[in-house]
């Protein structure tokens, strides 16, 4: 049954921003969409997407044309896989349009999955275990952990007052870089490069580089050139405040 044409566009570009903004990959956003699409009614719908816009249409005897701009981009994997699931009970008929739209606009204000502290907590404990996994001596354990908990937090804080994602990046990664090179002047630590090395591992973009390779691979040139620029800098910004530190205090 054919729904309302401005209630399918606004269903299908709140489903497809909540998934650009939470690390879903550009071919998963236009598969969502158009499958939203095709369950309400449309199957001839159109959409272009790139990181910092959708632009969605719908042809017919009423055509239809709209934009959404992404403003903000974090990763939450648990929204994408909640938009996912709405997806799939539309296309099986489970869900009205009514019902779906409801439905994502409490995804979207939904707070993230994980609290701050339980993000600090694996950050930290992932830097430590990266520092075993690089053969670093267990006596290193504890500073790294300290270090790549202390520098995640700060990253998190600093996200929520400064725009500039880029900014946060460099200041965390400037505070690793010092409490790790205190830690072995102090004598707390010993192997100075490799409890940097685990310690920003946890800012490292990880899931941004994957998703621009697979973005390229599937043909969406603009979305995969502009995460990967987007990966770059955010690697520079850890290595700039890393050689930063370095050059000043050590």
């Known amino acids: 049954m054919a729904t309302d044409y401005y209630m399918t566009a606004e269903l299908c570009l709140l489903a497809g921003k909540i998934i650009m903004q939470n690390g879903g990959e550009t071919y998963r956003v236009e598969d969502t969409m158009k499958r939203i699409a095709e ?13 910092t816009g959708i632009i969605f249409a719908i042809s017919g005897a009423n055509p239809i044309t709209r934009l959404v701009g992404i403003s903000a981009r974090s990763t939450d994997l648990n929204k994408v896989t909640l938009v996912n699931e709405l997806s799939r009970r539309i296309s099986e008929g489970e869900w009205s349009a009514a019902e779906a739209l409801v439905r994502l606009k409490e995804i979207e204000r ?7 502290w339980l993000q600090v907590a694996s950050a930290a404990i992932a830097s430590g275990c990266f520092l075993i996994m690089f053969r670093g001596g267990w006596n290193d354990f504890g500073p790294a952990l300290l270090a790549g908990g202390i520098g995640f937090a700060l ?29 072995v002047r102090t004598g707390i630590g010993q192997e100075l490069d490799l409890m940097i090395i685990s310690s920003v591992m946890p800012l490292v973009p990880g899931l941004l580089i994957t998703n621009a390779v697979r973005d390229l691979m599937a043909g969406h040139l603009v979305s995969g050139l502009s995460k990967g620029a987007e990966a770059m800098l955010t690697a520079s910004a850890i290595g700039a405040g890393i050689a930063v530190t370095l050059s000043v205090l050590n």
């Not at 369950?39 to 959409?47: E, I, K, L, N, T």
């Not at 939904?110 to 701050?116: D, K, L, T």
């Not at 990253?155 to 205190?182: H, K, N, T």
């Open 155 to 183: 990253l998190i804080s600093l996200q929520r007052l400064v725009p500039i994602r880029f900014f946060a990046e460099f200041l965390a990664s400037m505070m690793i870089g010092s409490l790790s090179i205190l830690f």
């Open 110 to 116: 939904a707070r993230g999955a994980y609290p701050g």
């Open 39 to 51: 369950a309400c009614g449309f199957p001839d719908s159109q959409c272009f997407v790139t990181p």
